[in-house]
C-alpha cells in the first residue's frame, strides 16, 4: 500500500483526487444525506476548485493505492493543539481488510511529525459504520455540533478525539 501525496499545482493528481471522493462520498453518504445534500457537499467541498483551495490553504491530501488501484483517501491539516482528520474514506470493496486500520496509523504517524499529541476529527452523528471504526481504534466521543454549510443545509456531527 502506498499513500500518494498531493501537492498544490498538481493539476492531474487534483483531478484524481475529486473524481475518487466523489465517487466514494457519493456512494457512502447518499443513503445518508440523501442525495440533494450531499451533491450539495461534494461540489462544496471535493471538487477539483474546492480541493485546489484546500492545497493552497493548510491542507494536506494523500491518495491511497495498492499497485495501479485507487483505495481512498486522506486529508488534514496540523492546527495549534492537534491534527485535524477533514477526511479519511476508503472504496466499500476494500473495506473489511485492514486497509482502514492501516490509514489511520498513517494519520497518527503524521500527527507525531507534526510534533501533535492528538488528533480530532467530526463525524456525521449517523455515520454508524465510521462511529464503530473511529471507537474501535480509540477515538473518544468529546461532543456534538450543528455547523451551517449553507444553502439551508447543516453537518450535525459528533467531534471525536484520538490522544497519541
Known amino acids: 500500500m502506498n499513500f500518494v501525496s498531493v501537492r498544490a499545482g498538481e493539476t492531474e493528481k487534483i483531478k484524481?483526487?475529486?473524481?475518487?471522493?466523489?465517487?466514494?462520498?457519493?456512494?457512502?453518504?447518499?443513503?445518508?444525506?440523501?442525495?440533494?445534500?450531499?451533491?450539495?457537499?461534494?461540489?462544496?467541498f471535493q471538487s477539483v476548485k474546492a480541493i485546489t483551495s484546500q492545497l493552497d490553504d493548510v491542507y494536506h491530501y494523500w491518495i491511497v493505492t495498492?499497485?495501479?488501484?485507487?483505495?481512498?483517501?486522506?486529508?488534514?491539516?496540523?492546527?495549534e493543539e492537534d491534527l485535524y482528520l477533514s477526511k479519511l474514506y476508503l472504496?466499500?470493496?476494500?473495506?473489511?481488510?485492514?486497509?482502514g486500520k492501516a490509514m489511520m496509523d498513517f494519520v497518527i504517524d503524521r500527527a507525531g511529525a507534526y510534533g501533535l499529541k492528538k488528533v480530532t476529527l467530526n463525524v456525521n452523528r449517523y455515520n454508524d459504520?465510521?462511529?464503530?471504526?473511529?471507537e474501535s481504534y480509540g477515538y473518544k466521543r468529546i461532543r456534538e455540533e450543528d455547523n451551517d454549510i449553507g444553502n439551508g443545509y447543516f453537518m450535525n456531527d459528533y467531534v471525536y478525539e484520538y490522544k497519541c
Open 66 to 79: 495498492e499497485g495501479e488501484e485507487d483505495l481512498g483517501f486522506i486529508g488534514l491539516y496540523p492546527r
Open 129 to 134: 459504520r465510521s462511529i464503530a471504526f473511529y
Open 91 to 99: 472504496s466499500k470493496e476494500f473495506r473489511g481488510r485492514g486497509i
Open 16 to 44: 484524481r483526487l475529486s473524481s475518487l471522493a466523489s465517487r466514494i462520498v457519493k456512494e457512502h453518504y447518499d443513503p445518508i444525506l440523501g442525495p440533494v445534500q450531499n451533491d450539495y457537499m461534494i461540489e462544496k
